[in-house]
């Protein structure tokens, strides 16, 4: 199974900006479909953006769309995510996560078998 380490979360205040980024333990990073999930205090983990291992037009959720941008670099294995106008809305932990092999671009948590640790962000008002 493929190992997955964020970095890049902390504190910001609101209109402010963020990076985060992910390291795949492949080196066929290009093989897999990647994403970000957030999870606040007490609510489910949701789906925020991803890209198809075949690449094309990455996908966001409604709420982050003209703010958050992901993009992945597969001669690096990694994934980022450009946080750009935070809200106290965003505040969560961040995971990235990869499908199997050839997976689909889904917001279903349950079709992702690669999770890191998740990172911590926080945005004050």
């Known amino acids: 199974q493929v190992q997955l380490v964020e970095s890049g979360g902390g504190l910001v205040q609101a209109g402010g900006s963020l990076a985060l980024s992910c390291t795949a333990s492949?080196?066929?990073?290009?093989?897999?479909?990647v994403a970000w999930f957030r999870q606040a205090p007490e609510k489910e983990r949701d789906f925020v953006a991803g890209?198809?291992?075949?690449?094309?037009?990455?996908d966001y959720t409604d709420a982050v769309k003209g703010r958050f941008t992901i993009s992945r670099d597969n001669t690096k294995s990694t994934v980022s995510l450009q946080m750009n106008g935070l809200k106290p809305e965003d505040t969560a932990i961040y995971y990235c996560?990869?499908?199997?092999?050839?997976?689909?671009?889904?917001?279903?948590?349950?079709?992702?078998?690669?999770w890191g640790q998740g990172t911590q962000v926080t945005v004050t008002s």
């Open positions: 890209i198809k291992w075949s690449e094309g037009s990455p």
């Open positions: 996560a990869l499908t199997g092999p050839l997976g689909l671009l889904t917001s279903d948590v349950g079709e992702y078998r690669s």
């Open positions: 492949t080196s066929r990073l290009d093989l897999y479909t």
